[in-house]
């Protein structure tokens, strides 16, 4: 198999920072790529008994039967009604579903938004179903739409949930196999942080949120289908346990510098035979241009024909300003391109193989 090494220096010299060859080495997986189908979850609702309600400060912590333990917010809207927002999960549970409404004194409070920022997922929770009753989410103390950046720091304190699961009609987003994509099926939005093993991308995403595999520090293998044509600024970031990113596009997706972060750049690219060439992103040769030098003006002797050469010598020089600024123009827009697009670089090795 053919391993192709990565040769500019910058990227070389971060690899040396960041490094785990103190470590012991573990074999790269040599598994065949399976793929996985882009349909949506067909996720229901079946959330335990509600047991008992507390309260909690100026909030009501509400016991269930499975032992799984959810602070609310209860409120009464004025434009929505009795509402609930869901501020902390605790308990004994393993697998939490959160329901679609809370009962408290003969009041019927319907479960509308998440605000998980501060006080995030017990440590006890691995699976996380979530009710299509949700359609906010809090974001510094303020009601937001439900928008990928905003869900997905509402999980990023779930440390070690496994398992997300969206139930059907959740609003702009559905879950495939325990992680999160858009409702359109075109972008992963949020893969847990418990997430284990292998993490295999749906085989019609062609976006990878930023951020989206942020802290998933138990996955060891990702693939990425054919048609994938962006990677999000920090998608792959402190994924220290990742040994191997199988991508299956001939072409490769764009993919910005922080994109895949400290460690993640530790594991091996695979690529499908022959398109080595199309990966390799190396800094623009180019020289950066040497300003011209303008020509000393003539001493208080100087002749017409002095002042006439002077003359000749600066509109050259101006000829030649105007070409410095075009070329030192070209290279800084090359140079630019490559430092904010150089995502790729980040790879110990490239691989390229059939899949």
Not at 14 to 40: F, H, I, K, W, Y
Not at 204 to 222: G, H, M, N, W
Not at 245 to 258: D, L, R
């Amino acid at each position: 198999m053919k391993k192709i090494a990565l040769l500019p220096v910058a990227a070389l010299l971060m690899l040396g920072a960041c490094s785990n060859d103190d470590e012991a080495v573990r074999p790269v997986p040599n598994d065949p790529v399976q793929t996985v189908v882009s349909v949506a979850d067909h996720v229901s609702l079946n959330a335990p008994a509600q047991s008992d309600v507390k309260a909690d400060g100026s909030y009501f912590r509400v016991s269930y039967a499975n032992g799984q333990e959810i602070v609310y917010s209860l409120v009464n809207s004025s434009s929505l009604g009795y509402v609930a927002t869901v501020k902390k999960i605790q308990g004994s549970a393993a697998d939490v579903i959160v329901p679609a409404s809370v009962s408290y004194n003969d009041l019927t409070f319907a479960v509308n938004s998440l605000d998980l920022m501060l006080e995030g997922i017990d440590d006890t929770v691995t699976s996380l179903t979530l009710p299509n009753t949700i359609t906010q989410l809090v974001e510094n103390s303020a009601f937001s739409a439900m928008t990928g950046t905003y869900f997905r720091a509402q999980m990023e304190r779930a440390n070690k949930v496994e398992k997300i699961e969206l139930e059907d009609g959740f609003t702009n987003f559905c879950s495939i196999n325990g992680a999160v994509y858009s409702s359109d099926l075109q972008t992963l939005v949020c893969v847990p942080r418990g997430y284990k093993g292998t993490m295999t991308v749906a085989e019609d995403t062609k976006f990878i949120a930023p951020r989206a595999l942020y802290y998933c520090s138990q996955i060891e293998v990702l693939t990425l289908p054919a048609g994938i044509v962006e990677i999000g600024d920090e998608a792959v970031v402190f994924n220290d346990n990742l040994l191997l990113i199988n991508c299956q596009a001939t072409t490769a997706p764009e993919a910005v510098s922080g994109s895949f972060g400290q460690y993640a750049h530790n594991g091996v690219l695979r690529i499908p035979a022959g398109a080595e060439d199309a990966y390799k992103f190396t800094k623009p040769d180019l020289a950066l241009p040497v300003e011209p030098t303008e020509p000393e003006l003539p001493d208080g002797d100087a002749t017409d024909e002095d002042w006439d050469a002077y003359d000749e010598a600066y509109a050259a020089y101006d000829v030649a300003m105007g070409e410095y600024y075009t070329a030192l123009e070209e290279y800084n827009e090359a140079n630019n391109y490559y430092d904010s697009h150089e995502g790729w670089v980040y790879f110990k090795n490239i691989e390229g193989v059939n899949f």
